[in-house]
């Protein structure tokens, strides 16, 4: 299968479905991962403007994906509404371009404005191509619809705190769901749900076979 899997900013992606896609990534599936800011702006005082995006390079690395099945725009954090047309017609031109069988992007109940840009658009571009389905940040939430489960092993979630660990800016920030407690807790809470050792759950927006 063909996968794409978006991420508002560095770090989004692998905190919200990190799992998923080491598991995704030991099939015969192909990934292509795309980041819509490198958050610069939010960096603790004294890092390189870079960072973020340099740690994101270091994670794709180590999960052996190709550099040209990893995109990374540089839209101006918490401004992507301000660039909501440009994000539509490069999500619309990667459609063309990839035609994935699955998206997996944010949630449309994600509170963080540049979340809900990023979740919007990707309906409106993949709705009547694609299945969506939308991982759990549940520190961005107030609601989130637990519909499909993604079961997970121990190794699995030990590999998705691993590729955490590359974002030392944001250990440095005291990140809690950073915590390798918080990311093997909400597994095992998920797990439980779906008779699983660990899992992550998503909301589905769109399931097509």
């Known amino acids: 299968m063909k ?10 992606a692998e905190l919200g479905c990190g799992g998923t896609i080491v598991k995704l990534l030991n099939g015969e599936n192909e990934i292509y991962w795309v ?12 890092l390189p403007k870079d960072t973020l995006k340099r740690e994101y390079r270091t994670v794709t690395r180590d999960l052996a994906l190709r550099e040209e099945n990893c995109k990374v725009f540089d839209f101006k954090v918490r401004n992507l509404h301000q660039y909501r047309q440009e994000i539509l017609d490069d999500l619309v031109r990667i459609r063309n371009q990839f035609n994935p069988d699955i998206v997996i992007g944010p949630s449309l109940n994600d509170l963080h404005q540049d979340h809900q840009v990023v979740a919007h658009e990707m309906v409106r571009a993949f709705k009547t191509t694609s299945s969506i389905i939308c991982y759990e940040l549940p520190w ?3 609601t989130f619809n637990t519909q499909f489960f993604c079961r997970l092993s121990t190794d699995q979630i ?52």
Not at 36 to 46: I, M, N
Request: charged share 25%.
């Open 35 to 46: 980041v819509f800011s490198t958050a610069e702006d939010s960096l603790p005082d004294g």
């Open 3 to 12: 996968i794409l899997v978006l991420s508002p900013h560095t770090d989004d």
């Open 158 to 209: 030990e590999r998705k705190c691993e590729i955490l660990r590359n974002y030392q800016s944001q250990l440095l920030k005291g990140r809690q769901y950073f915590s390798k407690e918080f990311i093997f807790g909400l597994a095992k809470t998920r797990g439980i749900q779906c008779n699983a050792e660990y899992a992550e759950a998503f909301e589905v927006v769109r399931w097509m076979l």
């Open 140 to 142: 961005n939430h107030v």
